[in-house]
Every structure is written in structure tokens, then in C-alpha cells.
């Protein structure tokens, strides 16, 4: 008889188990250890299927969303694991684009809830053991797996994939990864296994070596996507999403490329992608170009993606978007830049243990900002917040919660204004 509740469940994950999310660096653990002894414990349920592994400090959620999106339009049965959630835990496990049930969350935790509070592992350690579990019982053809933070010593990193994808590297998770490119790039080299093919996104001199040189040491082809593929044309589409054409040998050579996501580092991200799809190709045969052109076309339907350069309303427009690290919030700054409005409002808040100062030091002057602090115990006070950026020329009213904040931004924009929310993706999470 199982009897434990969603919420029950839910209870038991987020507040008797270290999580990331809510705790930083203290819930971070440098070892496999637990995430080995869980595997032993679920008999391998990784190896029942094929495992596509992306890693990344910027776009690697867009990118997986993208390619789980093509090999369900191809005809494949595809596991998505992703992190963090915005609304529901659930949206982190995903079979052809469908979230896991609740009762499947329930069951897992309250069947082997024995062996967790033996072993104790994380939020994310026991995550990723329900995710692949989950997966060989739904016999997947193929899931694409997602990093949780860095790389080697990540809990996905048990798996022996068809193709290792790293999106970028930026300073993020400085204080657990490494506080250089090259420290952080290391540690996300680790998913690189020996003879399995990999894709780097964005080939930055101050990093590809670490990547070249891991890829010669375990005899891995490394594809360098930006050096094969170029956009040649960009342009946007009146839902919101935008179309490309792009240079250089891919599945859909010459063809315009249509994507329903926001945000111009998608230019990056599908450099990525195409590259990617073209050696998955080779394997997974069902993909063809009209498999590529119709995935991209409804990424984010199929999938359930949130948070990317997504509109929220129109008149004023109401835009949010989870980038949160110094690369991510340059490429929403660049947007902001290109999207006409009158007025910018700006609803931000963070949490603590990012590069604050550095975020606050390239956002816009000349916007009204609407300091705020998301619900959990990682954000920075608002009213913190708001002092340090009036260091920076940053100067508007704080609020004590997301939902507050956003009122008074809507309530203070005009019609040609534009509203944006961001700066941390567990604020986007209360406005989605």
C-alpha cells in the first residue's frame, strides 16, 4: 500500500535532502560515491538505453530541448533530464516531451525511501537515479542528459554516452568549479569519454586546449561547431521565435531554419545543435532534414522549454528570461538593446552567490529597476541588492517579493514600455 502524497513526496526531497538549488555550495558533493551506490542499488538502468550528454555554463537546456525536440519528430522514444525545474519538479524528467507523473515521483521515493535514508544522497543524486530509472522502465530509445553543475564529478556522469555536447564555458559556479575559464572548462571536460565523439559550441581560445587536449588523451573526435557552421542569414518571426540560415555542412544545408525560442544567444546554440544532429545522424538513422526543420520549428511546444526570452503578455511588452551568470545577463542586455520600447522596466533579483557585481556592472543605466529577492534561502535581499546597485548608476525601489515587484513594474509601464524579469532563474520561476 503506497500512501504518500505528491506534496508529501515533494516535502521529502526538497527539505530532508541537501538541495543545490536552495542551499549552494553547502549541498555540493565532490565525489560519485552515493550517485555509484544508487546505480548498483537500480541495476544500471542507464545502460538500457543510449545517453547523449550536454554540458555547458550557458545554453545547454536550450540545446538539449532542441535536440530531444528533433529526435522526437524523427520517431525515437527520448528521455529529457534537465535542471533546475521552474514550476514543477517533474518538468526535470520528461519521455517525448510529456512530464513525469506524480504518482511515479511518489512510488519511487516511497519504494526505495529505505535505501535513501541509508545512503543519503542529495536532491540531485537521487534525481538523476528516479530520471534513468525511470527512463529503461519507459524503455527509451535514446536520452538526452543534461549536467546538473560541471561535468566530472557530476551525478550524470555514469553514463557512457553516444556523443558528449559542451555548449560554452563562462565563470559560473566559480567558488565549486574553479574561479578561471581553463579551471572551469577541466572540470566539464570530464564528461568526455574515451572514442565517443564530442561537440564544443564555442570554440574560445582561452579554453578549446583544455578540450583538444582531453579529446587526443581518450581518442575522442572533437568537432569545433563555430569553426564548421556560420549564420549567414538571422532574422525574427512574429510568434516571437526567429529563422536562420546557416554556412557549412549540416543535415538542412541551405534550407531557412525556423525555432519557436527566443534570444539571440540561439545564434550560438544552433551552431551547436546542427553540428550535433549531424554526427547523431550517422547513429540515428530516422533523422532527416524535415525531422530537423519541423523539431526546431515547435522546440519548446514539444518539449515544455520555459524561460527563454519567453513573452509573457503585449502592451507593455512583459519579457523574462533565466540568464543569470555575467555571459548569460550580456546576451539579455544585448536583446534589451535590440527590442524597441520607450521605457525599459526591470524587475531583478538574484541569488547570493553569484558574480552580483559583475551583472550589475553591464546591465542598462537608464532603466527603472524593481529590486526583489525569489523564495529561497540563496537570494540576496532586495534591499541588499538595491544598495549595491546604486554603486552602479542602478536606481529604482525594492520589493519583498517577485510577484510584488512585477505589479508595480506593470503598473508604472506605458503601453510602448517593456518589462523585463530576470537575473536569477528562481525569479522567472514565480512568473512563468
Not at 71 to 98: C, M, W
Not at 263 to 292: D, P
Request: include cysteine; glycine fraction near 8%; charged fraction near 20%.
Amino acid at each position: 500500500m503506497f500512501d504518500m502524497t505528491y506534496k508529501e513526496t515533494l516535502d521529502y526531497l526538497f527539505s530532508q535532502l541537501p538541495m543545490f538549488q536552495r542551499l549552494g555550495k553547502a549541498a555540493y558533493k565532490a565525489d560519485l560515491v552515493n550517485t555509484i551506490a544508487l546505480d548498483e542499488y537500480f541495476n544500471h538502468p542507464h545502460r538500457n538505453f543510449k545517453c547523449i550528454h550536454v554540458a555547458g555554463t550557458n545554453g545547454k537546456g536550450s540545446t538539449s530541448h532542441m535536440i530531444a525536440a528533433v529526435l522526437i519528430k524523427a520517431g525515437y522514444r527520448v528521455g529529457l533530464y534537465t535542471s533546475p525545474h521552474l514550476r514543477d519538479f517533474r518538468e526535470r524528467i520528461k519521455v517525448n516531451g510529456q512530464l513525469i507523473s506524480e504518482r511515479e515521483v511518489s512510488l519511487f521515493v516511497e519504494r526505495n525511501k529505505a535505501v535513501f535514508d541509508r545512503i543519503k544522497p542529495s536532491f540531485f543524486e537521487m534525481t538523476v537515479a528516479m530520471a534513468f530509472d525511470y527512463f529503461a522502465r519507459e524503455k527509451v530509445d535514446v536520452a538526452v542528459v543534461e549536467v546538473g553543475l560541471g561535468g566530472r564529478l557530476d551525478s550524470t556522469n555514469i553514463i557512457s554516452p553516444e556523443l558528449s555536447i559542451i555548449t560554452n564555458i563562462g565563470l559560473d559556479h566559480t567558488d565549486l568549479l574553479g574561479d578561471t575559464l581553463e579551471k572551469i572548462a577541466i572540470e566539464k571536460a570530464g564528461i568526455v569519454k574515451p572514442n565517443v565523439p564530442v561537440v564544443l559550441g564555442e570554440s574560445n581560445p582561452a579554453y578549446r586546449h583544455v578540450f583538444e587536449n582531453k579529446a587526443h588523451e581518450v581518442n575522442a573526435s572533437l568537432l569545433l561547431a563555430d569553426t564548421v557552421l556560420s549564420i549567414t542569414e538571422h532574422g525574427y518571426l512574429p510568434n516571437g521565435g526567429q529563422w536562420f540560415k546557416v554556412g557549412g555542412p549540416s543535415i538542412v544545408e541551405g534550407e531557412r531554419i525556423e525555432i519557436d525560442l527566443g534570444g539571440i544567444y540561439q545564434e550560438h546554440n544552433i551552431l551547436t545543435v546542427l553540428a550535433s544532429i549531424q554526427l547523431l545522424a550517422k547513429q540515428f538513422t530516422l533523422i532527416t532534414e524535415a525531422a530537423v526543420l519541423d523539431g526546431l520549428s515547435n522546440a519548446a511546444h514539444s518539449t515544455g522549454l520555459m524561460g527563454r526570452w519567453q513573452i509573457l503578455g503585449h502592451n507593455p511588452l512583459v519579457v523574462c528570461d533565466t540568464g543569470h551568470n555575467v555571459d548569460g545577463i550580456r546576451y539579455v542586455v544585448q536583446q534589451l538593446e535590440r527590442t524597441p520600447h520607450r521605457k525599459l522596466h526591470f524587475v531583478l533579483g538574484m541569488v547570493s552567490d553569484k558574480d552580483v557585481s559583475g551583472v550589475l556592472s553591464i546591465l542598462p543605466q537608464d532603466a527603472t529597476y524593481y529590486f526583489t529577492k525569489a523564495s529561497i534561502p540563496r537570494a540576496m535581499s532586495e534591499v541588499a541588492l538595491s544598495e549595491l546597485a546604486s554603486n552602479y548608476h542602478l536606481n529604482g525601489k525594492h520589493f519583498s517579493t517577485v510577484m510584488e515587484a512585477l505589479q508595480a513594474a506593470k503598473n508604472n509601464a506605458e503601453v510602448n514600455d517593456l518589462v523585463f524579469i530576470g537575473g536569477s532563474t528562481f525569479v522567472v520561476a514565480e512568473v512563468v
